[in-house]
């Protein structure tokens, strides 16, 4: 086809989508909410944004944490065509959502760029197509306390020294009984752990390894990226040491750069992984050369990550 003539149809159908949406989510067989109330769409042609594809940005009210933050949809290719009006599809569920779609949204350090690796794996086969929920943090001051599932003595500058400074376990409720509740009402995700992921990067990472094996069975993959594991002396390693079951495939990266602690914690924990029976087919560790612990890095081992996490 011509230029022209894809460009065209791409408008076209970018054009249909929210009528195409709204026909199906108002469908009396369909037994998916309407749209949530107050979301605003960001797409590929809004150029106040650096969004690819479609992304719906959705306000959240949390009564665990009495607050609204936005939860931020990048919802699947053709997801709204009436040929996949039956469909469901894999999601994971990244924290930080701000810094994962869109440079408008995101911290002075840049974002993650989650849009465009999906919209580049998903275009050449490599992944299936797929949501990926961002959950916005609570703000620079408030993110690390809800993130923390046990205190942090070396955090001078925030003082997470004792179990009352840190929400980590409210926050673990938090997405189990609100967050995954809401957007399983509202849009065709696949259940089970086979179709569910977890991830996130630094205190963001803790919070998703304390989830999965606090909440065992219900994440079949899970993305850490700098996670900080010397917290609360060690626990979350001590924590992996006892679990029972784990996700069936885990990616774990940090840099080279990062703290030496950093780079310890990690080795031990793929050491304590290997040792519970997780192969090259379910383990991946990667410490680059040269990296520090930031979403420059996150977003470059992207691509490599989702591939061994979700690859067809």
């Known amino acids: 086809m ?3 003539g894809t460009a065209a149809l791409l408008i076209c159908l970018l054009l249909a989508a929210p009528s195409l949406a709204a026909q199906h989510r108002s469908s009396g067989k369909s037994r998916y909410s309407p749209t949530p109330p107050g979301t605003t769409t960001i797409t590929s042609f809004d150029q106040a944004h650096t969004v690819v594809g479609w992304l719906e940005v959705v306000p959240f009210q949390s009564k665990i944490f009495h607050d609204t933050r936005m939860l931020r949809v990048l919802v699947p290719a053709n997801y709204f065509s009436p040929h996949n009006a039956h469909r469901s599809y894999p999601v994971l569920y990244l924290q930080d959502g701000q810094n994962l779609f869109d440079q408008a949204s995101s911290s002075p350090r840049g974002e993650w760029h ?3 690796t999906i919209d580049h794996l998903v275009g050449s086969f490599k992944l299936p197509p797929m949501f990926v929920v961002g959950i916005d943090n609570a703000g620079e001051k408030s993110k690390a306390s809800e993130y923390l599932p046990y ?3 070396k955090n001078e500058q925030d003082k997470f020294s004792d179990a ?3 929400h980590g376990k409210e926050y673990a409720r938090f997405l189990l009984t609100e967050v995954i509740p809401f957007i399983e009402k509202y ?3 696949s259940r089970g752990p086979v179709n569910t992921g977890l991830g996130g990067a ?5 919070a998703a390894l304390y989830t999965v094996l606090e909440h065992p069975g219900l994440f079949g993959h899970l993305l850490l990226e700098s996670p900080e594991l010397e917290i609360g002396d060690g626990q979350l390693l001590k924590d992996v040491q006892k679990a029972r079951l784990l996700p069936q ?3 774990v990266g ?3 750069a990062e703290r030496p602690s950093a780079v310890e914690g990690v080795q031990e924990l793929e050491k304590i992984l290997h040792n519970k029976g997780l192969g090259k087919a379910q383990l991946k560790v990667i410490v680059e050369k040269g990296e520090e612990g930031n979403e420059a890095a996150w977003s470059r081992r992207l691509p490599d990550a989702l591939t061994f996490l979700y690859g067809q």
Do not use: H, L, Q, T
């Open 2 to 4: 011509p230029k022209k």
């Open 114 to 116: 989650v849009d465009e």
């Open 151 to 153: 205190p942090d003595p």
């Open 164 to 166: 009352n400074s840190v």
């Open 187 to 189: 849009y065709r995700v």
């Open 202 to 206: 630094s205190y963001a990472a803790d």
């Open 249 to 251: 495939r885990i990616y």
């Open 254 to 256: 940090v840099g080279a």
